[in-house]
Nanobody
Framework: QVQLVESGGGLVQAGGSLRLSCAAS????????IGWFRQAPGKEREFVAA????????YYADSVKGRFTISRDNVKNTVYLQMNSLKPEDTAVYYC????????????????WGQGTQVTVSS
């Protein structure tokens, strides 16, 4: 199983941008489909974005469409989540994880959750 470590979170003002990184160790990240999820205080973890590399399908939650972009750097063995036009409601701990494409509905997370990276958007 691939080990994934999130980083890049921080404090940003509304309207700002952040780029989160999901670095893989032990395995080549290009062989895995990676998704991003987030969990805000007092709320359940929710899907944010995922890319199914074998098919090219990309999934985004409606709340982030047009603002967030998922990408991959094979040389750095890292998947990124570029977040633009951030809103206070984007405040959460963000996690990356291996996902399974169910083809119907959203990709399903598989494996273990990491520590995540905190994103705080001030108004």
């Amino acid at each position: 199983q691939v080990q994934l470590v999130e980083s890049g979170g921080g404090l940003v003002q509304a309207g700002g941008s952040l780029r989160l990184s999901c670095a893989a160790s032990g395995r080549t990240i290009s062989t895995y489909n990676i998704g991003w999820f987030r969990q805000a205080p007092g709320k359940e973890r929710e899907f944010v974005a995922a890319r199914i590399w074998s098919s090219g399908r990309t999934y985004y939650a409606d709340s982030v469409k047009g603002r967030f972009t998922i990408s991959r750097d094979n040389v750095k063995n890292t998947v990124y989540l570029q977040m633009n036009s951030l809103k206070p409601e984007d405040t959460a701990v963000y996690y990356c994880i291996n996902v399974q494409d169910l083809r119907v509905g959203l990709p399903r997370p598989i494996g273990s959750w990491g520590q995540g990276t905190q994103v705080t958007v001030s108004s």
